[in-house]
């Protein structure tokens, strides 16, 4: 993996994509390590895109490491 896409944690329920706390809220961020060829595709397609790709093919484990690369 070479690159660390960071994002608004659409991928996950509501209930956890924000922890609201008496002074602060804290927003967990969603972390994808990425092959290079992917973080190419990221910037040349953009994030958008890259997301949808995400949610239409319902991808599994984003941190899993030893994934094969996604295409799209």
């Known amino acids: 993996m070479d690159a660390l896409y960071v994002s608004a944690p659409f991928y996950f329920d509501d209930d956890f994509q ?7 809220n804290i927003v967990f961020p969603l972390l994808v390590p990425l092959y290079k060829q992917e973080a190419e595709l990221v910037e040349k397609k953009g994030w958008n ?24």
């Open 18 to 24: 924000v922890c609201y706390g008496e002074h602060y």
């Open 49 to 72: 895109a890259f997301e949808q790709f995400l949610l239409d093919n319902e991808v599994g484990n984003l941190s899993d490491m030893n994934r094969k690369p996604f295409t799209w």
